[in-house]
T-cell receptor
Framework: SQQGEEDPQALSIQEGENATMNCSYK?????LQWYRQNSGRGLVHLIL?????REKHSGRLRVTLDTSKKSSSLLITASRAADTASYFC???????????FGKGTKLTVNP | DTAVSQTPKYLVTQMGNDKSIKCEQN?????MYWYKQDSKKFLKIMFS???????INETVPNRFSPKSPDKAHLNLHINSLELGDSAVYFC???????????FGPGTRLTVL
């Protein structure tokens, strides 16, 4: 897989607001995944969207995928202070292969 | 009921020492990985093992030697530690053919 690039690098919002972060990648993909990393903790898998899907929901998370633009967005609705973390995307070619991450988007949700 | 565990959580040591980090997963996965996250937060693959066999070995100094005694364990041994080895090391596991990887909590290594 290639290194996904997340944008923006940092995002600060108030609790209750929505947070949107974007990911761009370079090559064709089988699927794209979003991960969260709380400060000092390991990565937690959030959601996987396949290349033939355009949108996927999981709780307060909504992920879109535009393969023509090679981009994905992660929307967190009604944010909470506990959503404060760094968010990373990864585009995979399939199989148990390595993940490569960029710097991520650091989200701060202020109470 | 921890899925992927690493020990120790923190490791502070002097340059030139040899140290090991252990990783265990109880998910029944057959593939395990070691990643290094540097100070810039980039996460880079180091090694990958499938059924105790090495399948990915990125450009890593040969001072780093992974050891997989069985499918549930992948340990990382580092010889002659250098200042540049300071980082957070993450272990992960997955089922072959499945993209989702499950990460351990990380081991913060500080070389003085």
């Amino acid at each position: 897989s290639q290194q996904g690039e997340e944008d923006p690098q940092a995002l600060s919002i108030q609790e209750g607001e929505n947070a949107t972060m974007n990911c761009s990648y370079k090559t064709s993909i089988n699927n794209l995944q979003w991960y969260r990393q709380n400060s000092g903790r390991g990565l937690v898998h959030l959601i996987l969207i396949r290349s033939n899907e355009r949108e996927k929901h999981s709780g307060r998370l909504r992920v879109t995928l535009d393969t023509s633009k090679k981009s994905s967005s992660l929307l967190i609705t009604a944010s909470r202070a506990a959503d404060t973390a760094s968010y990373f995307c990864d585009d995979s070619q399939g199989g148990s292969e390595k993940l490569v991450f960029g710097k991520g988007t650091k989200l701060t949700v202020n109470p | 009921d921890t899925a992927v565990s690493q020990t120790p959580k923190y490791l502070v040591t002097q340059m030139g020492n040899d140290k090991s980090i252990k990783c265990e997963q109880n998910l029944g996965h057959d593939t395990m990985y070691w990643y290094k996250q540097d100070s810039k937060k980039f996460l880079k693959i180091m090694f990958s093992y499938n059924n105790k066999e090495l399948i990915i070995n990125e450009t890593v100094p040969n001072r780093f030697s992974p050891k997989s005694p069985d499918k549930a364990h992948l340990n990382l041994h580092i010889n002659s530690l250098e200042l540049g080895d300071s980082a957070v090391y993450f272990c992960a596991s997955a089922s072959r053919g499945v993209d989702t990887q499950y990460f351990g909590p990380g081991t913060r290594l500080t070389v003085l």
